[in-house]
């Protein structure tokens, strides 16, 4: 049985409140699917997802409880971006000719009203498409398109990806290479919601978090997959374990901005709570969970 578990921990001086969890909703989705990567729209209002292999894009809508499918495509799932006004659905569809065994990736734009797609750039190596506001930014063997990026006013910041294990991020009209501790190789980078702050994780130091010019000001350890709240305050991440072939054991937790404090917000031996994503609007977090896919509701009181 799921269990639900009530974490009240006074915080630090960067988070001064308490955290408890009011309630843990399952999504009511179709059995037979392993569902999982749920990411929060901009306006909080529906939650996407895929599924385990990553060949498909889902879109559940909180206001009716409806599922729609978006497409089917392969690796479709696999780093999504969902443009901020939530118009558009950005993806890398993946595809191997079977007698050449030759890799052909396109970067996907797709109208969320219409589900009309569109390939925006073909090549052996497209990277992950993400949105800087309605414009969908990738690179096609290692050239960005530069009149996206051309186009953006000096004052956008947006983490563009991993690019050759550094973390890629437009700020003053240009991408620019970060490394903060000189010698890193980095994934899950995150932007913070005043986009003055990225959280990310280096495979031989943990999690961290460091300003735009790449000064770290806080190393927080393990905590996988970290997400920003809506209020900057503090990052969820999954504490998970291994026994070094599959995952044993996962649950949802938070730390403060500076480290201080760490509540665990799930406890239950048989499921195993990954991948979360935090909702823009209201204090709630989503992850996946067993083929499932849960609703995590908090309050913080000062």
């Known amino acids: ?6 974490a009240m921990l006074m915080a630090s001086a960067v988070a001064t409140a308490q955290i408890e969890v009011t309630s843990i909703e399952r999504l009511v989705l179709p059995a037979g699917q392993d569902w999982t990567n749920p990411v929060y729209s901009p306006d909080g209002g529906s939650i996407y997802f895929t599924v385990s292999s990553y060949d498909g894009i889902w879109k559940y809508t909180r206001a009716d ?3 729609s499918e978006i497409t089917r495509d392969p690796s479709s799932g696999f ?3 969902v443009s901020q006004d939530g118009s558009q659905i950005a993806y890398r569809r993946t595809s191997y000719d079977a007698q050449t065994h030759e890799r052909t990736q396109d970067a ?3 109208n969320a009203a219409t589900l009309k797609a569109r390939v925006a750039a073909s090549g052996s190596d497209v990277s992950l498409p993400v949105f800087v506001r309605s414009e969908a930014v990738y690179s096609v063997n290692g050239v960005p398109n530069t009149q996206v ?11 563009l990806g991993i690019e050759n294990t550094k973390m890629a991020v437009l700020k003053g009209g240009k991408k620019v290479l970060l490394d903060p501790h ?9 932007l913070s919601p005043d986009k003055q702050r990225i959280a990310a994780y280096d495979v031989r130091r943990g999690t961290f978090v460091c300003d735009l010019d790449g000064k770290v000001s806080v190393l927080l350890g393990r905590r996988d997959a970290a997400v920003w709240t809506r209020d900057g305050n503090w990052l969820v991440y999954m504490d998970d374990r291994d026994d070094g072939r599959s995952i044993t ?4 937790c938070m730390v403060s901005r500076d480290g201080g404090t760490t509540v665990r917000l799930t406890s239950s031996a048989d499921v195993l709570e990954m991948n979360p994503s935090c909702s823009p609007t209201e204090n709630k977090i989503v992850c996946s969970g067993n083929g499932a896919l849960y609703v995590i509701s908090y309050k913080e009181t000062k």
């Open 65 to 67: 409880n409806s599922l």
């Open 182 to 190: 000189g010698d890193g190789s980095y994934i899950w980078p995150t």
């Open 149 to 159: 990026l051309a186009k953006t006013a000096a004052a956008e910041v947006q983490v």
């Open 108 to 110: 996907v734009v797709v």
């Open 1 to 6: 049985m799921k269990q639900l578990f009530i």
């Open 79 to 81: 780093g999504f971006a």
């Open 249 to 252: 054991s996962s649950e949802i």
